[in-house]
């Protein structure tokens, strides 16, 4: 099942008071696929949506829709009977005549807070909205045909305080959200706390994992940092003893120029320990300045 399939049965089940009901359902016959006189209705691929929509117009107006499945497993519910339709306009505050359908924000207002606001936006997710996985993207968006339902939508997710932009895609009006946090908030807003938990969780694993690749990418920048300073020592003993024999060389220093001949990538630490006796990281550094200097001195002669 998808990401977005378990956010949608989740939403479905649950239990909302009986101010967000209204809200809720109304969220659900607003931005789903028609709501007037000649049509309500819904298309969905998920049965437990087809069956909220159901059950939420039956509680509320006594309306019982007529569900269809086909073959290729979307559902359509409708309401066949032209009395049933007006019943359900009616009870939400519409006529069926309005020449453009706004959101009649009385549905909503049921309540002080924006408990109902949120149902609201639950009901329309449900019939228009998308998620991705988070495993994938950070994406959560709603479709809506016309634009002034599309505004409206977007003044309540903007009063709820979420964040969202709008664009306009194959004559559609698309709200959408598209940064971890948002994603989050919208699906926490919608009341699906498993799913919020699945955003948050995907996001410390994904943020503990790019800790980790920068940590390693950071240690195989040093490593060829030291593996670099290696030949270039190298580079410098061979120079010397172009000129000067190994056995003229004071012995401290013969002995570091083999280990570093021998070992040409080792970082100056290790080289220190394998010193008799042992030097340290810093000790070892004023040791190979003291063999440029002579490197220096022969180039100058
Ligand atoms: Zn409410």
């Known amino acids: 099942m998808s990401f977005c399939a378990?956010?949608?049965n989740e939403l479905t089940t649950i239990i909302s008071s009986a101010c967000c009901y209204k809200a809720e359902a109304f969220g659900m016959l607003l931005y789903g696929r028609a709501f007037g006189l000649s049509e309500i209705s819904l298309m969905t691929e998920l049965k437990s949506v087809a069956e909220h929509?159901?059950?939420?117009?039956?509680?509320?107006?006594?309306?019982?829709?007529?569900?269809?499945?086909s073959k290729a497993g979307k559902y359509k519910v409708t309401i066949p009977n032209r009395e049933d339709r007006i019943a359900i306009l009616n009870y939400f505050g519409y006529t069926g005549k309005e020449l453009s359908?706004?959101?009649?924000?009385?549905?909503?207002?049921?309540?002080?807070?924006?408990?109902?606001?949120?149902?609201?936006?639950r009901g329309a997710f449900l019939v228009c909205g998308s998620v991705t996985d988070?495993?994938?993207d950070y994406h959560i968006e709603m479709?809506?045909?016309?634009?002034?339902l599309c505004d409206d939508l977007l003044q309540i997710i903007d009063d709820i305080g979420l964040k969202s932009k709008k664009i306009i895609r194959n004559n559609s009006y698309v709200i959408y959200s598209k940064d971890a946090e948002s994603v989050e908030d919208f699906i926490g807003t919608m009341g699906a706390n498993n799913a919020f938990m699945t955003v948050m969780q995907t996001r410390a694993m994904k943020n503990i994992k790019n800790q980790i690749n920068r940590r390693s990418n950071f240690e195989s920048a040093n490593m060829s940092r030291s593996i670099e300073a290696g030949l270039k020592q190298v580079a410098l003993i061979e120079e010397v003893l172009k000129k000067i024999a190994l056995?003229?060389?004071?012995?401290?220093?013969?002995?570091?120029?083999k280990l570093r001949l021998e070992n040409p990538d080792i970082s100056l630490d290790e080289l220190g320990k394998m010193m008799k006796p042992e030097l340290s990281?810093?000790?070892?550094?004023?040791?190979f300045k003291k063999l440029e200097k002579i490197a220096e001195?022969?180039?100058a002669k």
């Open 6 to 8: 378990e956010v949608k």
């Open 101 to 121: 359908l706004r959101v009649n924000l009385s549905n909503l207002e049921q309540s002080n807070n924006d408990c109902c606001s949120r149902a609201f936006l």
């Open 281 to 287: 990281r810093s000790a070892v550094s004023r040791r």
């Open 247 to 257: 056995d003229d060389i004071t012995d401290d220093l013969a002995e570091l120029c």
């Open 53 to 69: 929509y159901s059950s939420c117009i039956r509680d509320l107006t006594g309306v019982t829709p007529t569900t269809e499945c």
């Open 134 to 136: 988070p495993e994938k």
């Open 297 to 299: 001195e022969i180039k």
């Open 143 to 148: 479709s809506v045909t016309k634009a002034k």
